[in-house]
């Protein structure tokens, strides 16, 4: 992790304090934010030259690679050309999934963990699709770029600052895309939920929240090496922080108008994490890192906050507790999916309107016609194809044929680099707020100055701008 000035920073507040003057942003601890290498350029609304068939290669045939060769079939503009794990079985399966859709076989990587090596060195790939255990993403989605290759990694891509930067550099220098693949950005709730906002129905958004509430306990068998476990054992923190601030990121706008300025996260005691090591294996782990509830409120520049929140550890319902508050209304999914507007704004929406209030959610009628009307272009022009290929209800081919559309268009991406850095820097930064008392961080801006560059959050379309 990159040094934090904290000592510094409390000594200008001894000193801010001696003096009379505000303390708020003395105390805010700090990283350090590497300077853009001379010849280099941001990323922002970055779009490459259009593909007309993205010829892809997956990494990590495990628990998520099947479904991603499976969707990847189904898209005519997209041909997966390479397969890579460490397991020659994995592959072989994969294999047999591309014959079922039709799809010639594809080059074969595999025996060990650093296959990819060979791969990513392939001129006749586009984009690396990476599907890794978390601690390969960084390594496998550099040498990608360094390769030439467009990246589009699973979440999260990155648990470092050093990483997050790295990311960040070598995109910039190679101009290749990184995506990171934010699934949950493409749920119908919260694409539809995007427009409305878009479209001023909840009026200013101030505040919105999102968590990863999943009691893993049955899958913490199927991860390989025990990785997963292991990054709750040996960091403090939101470990996974991505499915609930990425949705919410694109609503605030994100280095697109706002950017993020300062976190604060807390997290309650280790208690479920290590008996379940203990329960399973016969020894207590010691030390254990990360808390089984963990919380992290940040602020934007333009005055917006969001509460992220991460349990994988306890018996709870599944939640990403997705709410949006605006000064005209509210939406909510967990663990009811509803809206709330103003009673100027119900007025304006919904018929029938006389008995209904800003006090409550709407009528389950009026909720499902307003869903409709605001539903997103996306869903409209692929949703239905979505759920029948499937991938947690048909967001995940949503997403997966965006990536492969801009590809083809030669447009922006959905979710770039500096939403890559903002929504994984939680992990880092949260740990170094917790492990100093819950102290404010500073989130650095990973534009480097380029937040104002595009005004609000927008996908690109070939044949017009949204």
């Known amino acids: ?16 304090s001696c003096a009379g003057a505000p303390q708020e942003q003395s105390l805010v601890i700090k990283t350090d934010v590497p300077e853009r290498p001379a010849g280099q350029e941001d990323m922002v609304a970055f779009a490459a030259e259009p593909i007309d068939t993205v010829r892809v290669g997956i990494v990590g045939l495990g628990m998520r690679g099947p479904g991603a060769v499976e969707r990847m079939a189904n898209i005519p503009t997209a041909k997966v050309v390479a397969l890579c794990d460490i397991d020659s079985s994995r592959v072989a399966k994969s294999q047999a999934i591309l014959a079922k859709n039709g799809a010639a076989p594809a080059k074969e990587f595999w025996g060990s963990d650093t296959a990819y090596i060979e791969m990513v060195k392939d001129p006749d790939i586009d984009l690396i699709y990476v599907v890794t255990d978390w601690k390969h993403h960084v390594p496998v989605s550099l040498a990608a770029m360094e390769n030439g290759k467009h990246v589009a990694c699973e979440v999260p891509a990155a648990h470092s600052m050093e990483d997050i930067w790295a990311l960040i550099n070598t995109s910039e220098r190679t101009r290749k895309h990184m995506m990171m693949l934010e699934n949950c950005c493409y749920d119908d709730f919260e694409l539809t939920a995007l427009n409305m906002a878009q479209q001023g129905l909840f009026g200013e958004v101030l505040h919105a929240e999102g968590s990863y ?40 706008d994100l280095h697109r108008g706002d950017m993020l300025t300062t976190l604060v996260a807390m997290d309650t005691k280790s208690v479920s994490g290590p008996d379940f090591v203990e329960k399973t294996t016969g020894k207590r782990p010691e030390p254990w890192k990360n808390g089984d509830h963990t919380m992290t409120i940040l602020k934007t520049a333009n005055g917006k906050t969001l509460n992220i929140q991460h349990n994988v550890v306890t018996p709870r319902p599944y939640s990403r507790m997705y709410q949006i508050t605006g000064t005209k209304g509210f939406a909510n999914k967990y663990m ?56 947690h209800g048909g967001m995940d081919f949503v997403m997966d044929y965006r990536l492969i559309y801009c590809l083809n268009h030669g447009l922006p991406l959905d979710i770039d680099v500096y939403d890559m850095a903002e929504w994984c820097c939680l992990a880092p930064l949260g740990e170094l707020s917790i492990e100093n008392g819950s102290a404010p961080v500073e989130v650095p801006d990973f534009t480097r100055g380029a937040s104002n560059k595009v005004k609000g959050y927008r996908h690109a379309y070939a044949d017009k701008a949204e």
């Open 1 to 16: 992790m990159f040094k934090a000035s904290l000592l510094p920073a409390m000594a200008l507040a001894l000193l801010a």
């Open 213 to 252: 509430i999943h009691n893993l306990a049955e899958y913490w068998p199927y991860y390989w090496d025990n990785w997963r476990m292991k990054f709750n054992e040996e960091h403090a923190g939101d470990i996974y922080a991505t499915h609930g601030v990425g949705p919410a990121a694109q609503l605030l």
């Open 336 to 391: 009811k999916s509803g809206i709330v507007l103003d009673t100027e704004v119900i007025a304006s929406e919904v018929p029938d309107h006389e008995n209904l209030s800003s006090h409550s959610f709407l009528p389950e009628e009026q909720y499902q016609a307003l869903m409709e009307k605001y539903k997103h272009p996306i869903l409209k022009e692929i949703g239905e194809k979505a759920k029948q290929v499937g991938g």
